[in-house]
């Protein structure tokens, strides 16, 4: 789901130094971590969010431990799946979707269950520690608009608003999948949080129908903030960590992000099974628990903590660009992982069928 | 093909049994080193891979039956080869011209023109895709261009569907196309060219009656490799492609690393192999048949 190429500007750059560089270093360190106990290896998304991930964790984490962390990017769930199914598991701590972990039988054959009696994880929600992953971050998947597109006008405010083409004038965008679209429509619809699982699937993909030609579908999320900050799009869903690193780099760019009606997803740290230094890993899942770390990196990031106590700590300003307080307030729902990890194939199918007849 | 038969060196004309078997064991040495190469690194293991679509873990024909029980899937295949067919068109229409000016063109500016072919060639396909979103958007350079130079009073949708999708393959495949015309091009003898306008051709019936029957196997050869390069698209039709831009190499790439089934995704790459087969041996006999009325 999650693109490690950030567009902006910078991340052209170094998104052509990661598809040079990327596979010949990540195969360098992984020889190299083999040959000793003291290290572990971390894969995640790549990007800025893995450079403040070694800022803020991994670094002090070496010093104080003597582990070395070798952080690889470009992480794939082909690729755990193809190391675990070899026996040659090279990486020992996977940043993994909710989804990975969600559906105990298919989690069971690519990971390690956690031992939480060597795990510090006072603060973090008990839904987000689950067997075979610790809930690591937070997203939101909001709604977000270009300022300019509403000038001098009301701005929409709910899902029901981006239905609403007459009042709202403006280019719509949605991911072209069903995760997160279904919900939207459904909230769109009125459906209150409370009994929006299990989804009314067909009811949603009605209410889509109404204005489905009139959607950009786009399909990785670097697109929908790059078209919404061009002003291509008027209003998108879009992820709220993408607003925030754009926000970060170039802060004049006309985006705003409606909070409520937003979907929390958590990012969760587990370890992929047959991991040769599940020691080191579990020392490094408990260290990226931390509240006070996890609000170091959500200060820099705008990436919310798994551990609600991290907000304590946070002025107000730096809480409110976090999904983790608006949920806490009620205006974001969570994404209900469970009941999508054991039918995403049967949905996925019903909505390429659906786009394609 | 008959000519270049007769011609070339040909196993079975070679008299005596010594000839036979020294020609024998040479064509063996020539071909083992190739052959050996992709067998340990390409045959067994697609052929591993694409086992997987008939175990499910015990012996199923299930996960074909999936793919031809919904209309989803072969609309899906329909599309693929339609753009990919599309595609290798236009870059083809592109393409030869250029090839052309390249075996014309003096060697400085030859030099110069492969260096900008290549350019394009060396970039990241996910930045070629994402330039292509700004140029192409309803606010992008193309559209300003025609709008507010009156051609177009409404700006034109370029991307986000069909047509973007195919903008940006022939991007893509145009300077592969280029390289392999120019590379069979090369061989052609110039000279048969001013013998023609000798005989009092004109350069364009030159060019029609000598140097484009003489450069055609060329072209049906590397059509037939952009073609098969076309149908394995991904990335461009997903970024550039609108809701019904759905290719099978996108259905395929889904299934292996996002739903982790990977049955049904061999059983896709499998349907895609198959069809792509299917697909070339009719064309080559359709080659083969029309060289058959010819020679007769």
Redesign the interface.
């Known amino acids: 789901m999650k693109n490690s190429?950030k567009?902006t500007r910078r991340a052209?750059t170094s998104?052509?130094g990661a598809?040079a560089l990327g596979i010949p270093l990540g195969l360098t360190s992984m020889k190299s971590a083999k040959a000793n106990d003291d290290t572990v290896v971390f894969a995640g998304w790549g990007g800025n969010w893995q450079e403040a991930e070694r800022e803020y964790f991994f670094k002090d984490f070496e010093r104080e431990t003597g582990i070395r962390v070798v952080d690889v990017p470009d992480l794939?769930?082909?690729k755990v799946?193809t190391m675990v199914d070899s026996g040659n598991v090279s990486w020992d701590v996977v940043q993994a979707l909710d989804m990975w972990v969600a559906d105990k039988d298919?989690a069971a054959s690519l990971w390690e269950e956690i031992d939480y009696s060597e795990i510090q994880s006072e603060g973090v929600p008990k839904d987000l520690l689950r067997p075979y992953g610790a809930g690591v971050a937070t997203f939101a998947m909001i709604l977000a608009y270009n300022t300019k597109a509403f000038e001098g006008k009301q701005a929409p405010a709910s899902w029901a608003d981006y239905w609403d083409f007459e009042k709202f004038v403006g280019?719509r965008g949605m991911i072209?999948a069903p995760r997160y679209a279904l919900e939207i429509a459904l909230m769109a619809k009125g459906v209150p949080p409370k009994d929006l699982y299990p989804l009314d699937v067909e009811g949603a993909l009605e209410h889509w129908d109404k204005i489905?030609n009139d959607v950009?579908?786009?399909?990785?999320f670097?697109?929908s903030i790059?078209?919404l900050a061009?002003?291509?799009l008027a209003v998108t869903m879009t992820s709220h960590g993408r607003v925030m690193s754009l926000l970060e780099e170039e802060p004049d760019t006309p985006i705003k992000i409606v909070w409520s009606q937003g979907i929390l997803t958590t990012d969760f740290l587990s370890i992929p099974k047959g991991s040769k230094r599940k020691k080191n890993a579990q020392k490094l899942i408990s260290w990226m628990l931390d509240p006070k770390r996890q609000a170091d990196y959500a200060k820099a990031t705008g990436v919310g903590p798994s551990n609600f106590k991290a907000l304590d700590s946070l002025d107000d300003a730096t809480k409110k660009t976090l999904p983790s307080y608006y949920y806490q307030t009620g205006q974001i729902i969570e994404f209900n992982a469970d009941w999508w990890s054991t039918r995403?194939?049967e949905l996925?199918?019903r909505w390429?069928?659906w786009?394609?007849? | 093909m008959h000519a270049q038969a007769e011609n070339s060196y040909s196993l079975r004309q070679s008299s005596g049994l010594t000839d036979f078997l020294l020609a024998r064991l040479g064509f063996v040495t020539l071909i083992t080193p190739g052959a050996v190469f992709l067998i340990i690194c390409f045959i067994i293991p697609v052929a591993l891979l694409l086992q997987q679509s008939f175990f499910d873990p015990d012996f199923t024909f299930d996960f074909y039956r999936k793919a031809f029980s919904s209309p989803v899937y072969l609309s899906v295949f329909k599309v693929s080869f339609e753009i990919a067919l599309v595609s290798t068109a236009l870059s083809l229409l592109a393409s030869y011209p250029l090839a052309f000016a390249l075996i014309i063109a003096p060697t400085r500016l030859r030099a110069l023109m492969l260096g900008l072919i290549l350019l394009p060639f060396w970039t990241n396909i996910l930045i070629r895709c994402y330039a292509w979103m700004l140029v192409l958007q309803t606010k992008g350079m193309v559209n300003s261009v025609l709008t507010s130079s009156g051609i177009l009073s409404a700006p034109a949708e370029l991307v986000f569907n069909t047509t973007g999708v195919l903008i940006g393959m022939t991007h893509y495949l145009i300077p592969i196309n280029t390289l392999m015309l120019y590379s069979s091009m090369k061989g052609i003898d110039l000279q048969l060219l001013n013998a023609a306008k000798g005989l009092g051709a004109d350069p364009l019936r030159a060019f029609v009656n000598v140097f484009f029957p003489l450069s055609l196997p060329a072209l049906k050869a590397s059509a037939v490799l952009v073609f098969v390069i076309a149908l394995g698209f991904f990335v461009t039709p997903a970024l550039l492609g609108g809701r019904g831009d759905i290719t099978v190499a996108m259905l395929i790439s889904s299934y292996f690393s996002e739903l982790l089934n990977w049955g049904f995704g061999s059983a896709l790459a499998t349907l895609l192999l198959i069809f792509t087969a299917a697909l070339l041996i009719l064309y080559y006999s359709f080659q083969r048949d029309a060289q058959d009325r010819r020679a007769k």
């Open positions: 190429v567009m052209f998104a052509v598809a794939d769930l082909a799946k298919k280019k072209d489905k950009l579908w786009w399909d990785k670097p697109q790059n078209l061009s002003g291509e995403e194939q996925v199918e390429n069928f786009q394609l007849i």
